[in-house]
């Protein structure tokens, strides 16, 4: 949560805001003032970046069941195919219809700044979710902390692995997701772990590119101990393909074996740390994304705004950089030890 610069009372700012918190019918913090509003009516627009991934195919299924318990008249989902371009005209085309809110997954954090400032022009409310937008205005971003994400994996890699290199599979660096997480694994290594070497391939959630850019990583890089999937949606299989193709897939435990911790949580990660393929996976909340987009939009286009603060669902409203609020929701490391835990999404998933 960002630091006001002001001193006073610090702790009767957070008491405050646990009585604002109590008192709302909201499940976060959240003014009751009124804006221009649909009353909390009318059609949602629901635009997906990319349904190549188990991810954001969970996700998708997710949509219509969360949307009827949140009361939302959701129309149905529209992949943009991993096309900032597509992706504009699809908010575009979902404007057109006369929607009343949009809930969208920004596939460029830059890019999506226009469809923005048009659904604001035409008084339509957005929630984001996964991406924060680097500008332009929406009435929250529904994600977890992809800092975190980065440090998690970095921490569990230099337990494993105490010297030696260390890849990680990014994401697309255009995406403030792609960005943070792998600043934050390079930063928590160079700080904690002086004996790793980070090597790195820029994916740009490509499951081609990363199969061909590990192969030739590996050719070069026998000796490679440690691997962070930035999006085990994506990344999980081709580097399991490959890792066996080469002869280093080898079980948690053996001699030789890569560790490998991942970032999705979705069902097949599950499966490959029970198996002993893979270490850890850092689980995305496929189904609380769902969730909580669609209470956010439900309440902005009934008026409501929000405030910083500790939320009821295990999470925390921050203040961004730019001035948007981020509900940043929370997502466990799994690992062999808590796998069975019947909370996690991918537990509940075929």
Same mark, same amino acid.
Request: aromatic share 6%.
């Given at each position: 949560?960002?630091?006001?610069?002001?001193?006073?009372?610090?702790?009767?700012?957070?008491?405050?805001?646990?009585?604002?918190?109590?008192?709302?019918?909201?499940?976060?913090?959240?003014?009751?003032?009124?804006?221009?509003?649909?009353?909390?009516?009318?059609?949602?627009?629901?635009?997906?970046?990319?349904?190549?991934?188990?991810?954001?195919?969970?996700?998708?299924? $997710?949509?219509?069941?969360?949307?009827?318990?949140?009361?939302?008249?959701?129309?149905?989902?529209?992949?943009?195919?991993?096309?900032?371009?597509?992706?504009?005209?699809?908010?575009?085309?979902?404007?057109?219809?006369?929607?009343?809110?949009?809930?969208?997954?920004?596939?460029?954090?830059?890019?999506?700044?226009?469809?923005?400032?048009?659904?604001?022009?035409?008084?339509?409310?957005?929630?984001?979710?996964?991406?924060?937008?680097?500008?332009?205005?929406?009435?929250?971003?529904?994600?977890?902390?992809?800092?975190?994400?980065?440090?998690?994996?970095?921490?569990?890699?230099?337990?494993?692995?105490?010297?030696?290199?260390?890849?990680?599979?990014?994401?697309?660096?255009?995406?403030?997701?792609?960005?943070?997480?792998?600043?934050?694994?390079?930063?928590?290594?160079?700080?904690? $772990?002086?004996?790793?070497?980070?090597?790195?391939?820029?994916?740009?959630?490509?499951?081609?590119?990363?199969?061909?850019?590990?192969?030739?990583?590996?050719?070069?890089?026998?000796?490679?101990?440690?691997? $962070?999937?930035?999006?085990?949606?994506?990344?999980?299989?081709?580097?399991?393909?490959?890792?066996?193709?080469?002869?280093?897939?080898?079980?948690?435990?053996?001699?030789?074996?890569?560790?490998?911790?991942?970032?999705?949580?979705?069902?097949?990660?599950?499966?490959?740390?029970?198996?002993?393929?893979?270490?850890?996976?850092?689980?995305?909340?496929?189904?609380?994304?769902?969730?909580?987009?669609?209470?956010?939009?439900?309440?902005?286009?009934?008026?409501?705004?929000?405030?910083?603060?500790?939320?009821?669902?295990?999470?925390?409203?921050?203040?961004?950089?730019?001035?948007?609020?981020?509900?940043?929701?929370?997502?466990?490391?799994?690992?062999?030890?808590?796998?069975?835990?019947?909370?996690?999404?991918?537990?509940?998933?075929?």
């Amino acid at each position: 949560m960002a630091r006001r610069t002001l001193r006073i009372t610090s702790r009767t700012v957070r008491t405050a805001a646990g009585v604002t918190c109590a008192a709302l019918a909201l499940s976060a913090c959240g003014s009751t003032k009124d804006t221009a509003s649909s009353g909390g009516e009318g059609k949602v627009g629901v635009v997906l970046p990319l349904l190549t991934s188990p991810f954001w195919q969970s996700y998708n299924d $997710y949509i219509p069941k969360m949307a009827k318990s949140e009361g939302v008249e959701a129309m149905k989902t529209v992949n943009s195919n991993s096309d900032p371009t597509q992706q504009i005209t699809d908010i575009n085309n979902q404007l057109n219809q006369d929607v009343k809110g949009l809930v969208v997954a920004p596939l460029d954090s830059a890019a999506i700044s226009a469809s923005l400032d048009q659904a604001e022009r035409k008084g339509v409310p957005v929630v984001a979710v996964d991406v924060a937008p680097e500008k332009g205005k929406v009435a929250m971003v529904v994600r977890a902390s992809n800092v975190a994400y980065g440090e998690k994996a970095c921490d569990y890699l230099g337990g494993q692995v105490w010297h030696g290199k260390v890849v990680q599979i990014m994401g697309d660096l255009a995406s403030v997701n792609g960005r943070e997480r792998s600043e934050a694994f390079r930063a928590c290594i160079k700080k904690k $772990y002086t004996d790793l070497k980070v090597l790195e391939i820029p994916a740009k959630w490509e499951s081609d590119a990363a199969a061909s850019k590990l192969d030739t990583l590996l050719n070069a890089n026998p000796d490679i101990k440690g691997i $962070y999937l930035q999006a085990g949606g994506v990344y999980l299989a081709p580097t399991l393909q490959i890792l066996k193709a080469k002869g280093m897939l080898k079980k948690v435990g053996e001699k030789g074996h890569i560790a490998v911790v991942s970032n999705d949580g979705i069902p097949e990660e599950l499966a490959a740390i029970r198996k002993g393929q893979i270490d850890a996976t850092v689980s995305q909340p496929a189904d609380a994304y769902a969730k909580y987009a669609m209470h956010y939009i439900k309440a902005a286009m009934a008026g409501k705004t929000f405030e910083p603060g500790p939320t009821d669902h295990n999470s925390t409203i921050v203040t961004l950089p730019n001035g948007a609020l981020e509900d940043q929701l929370y997502a466990p490391l799994v690992t062999k030890e808590n796998i069975d835990d019947p909370g996690l999404w991918g537990n509940t998933v075929k």
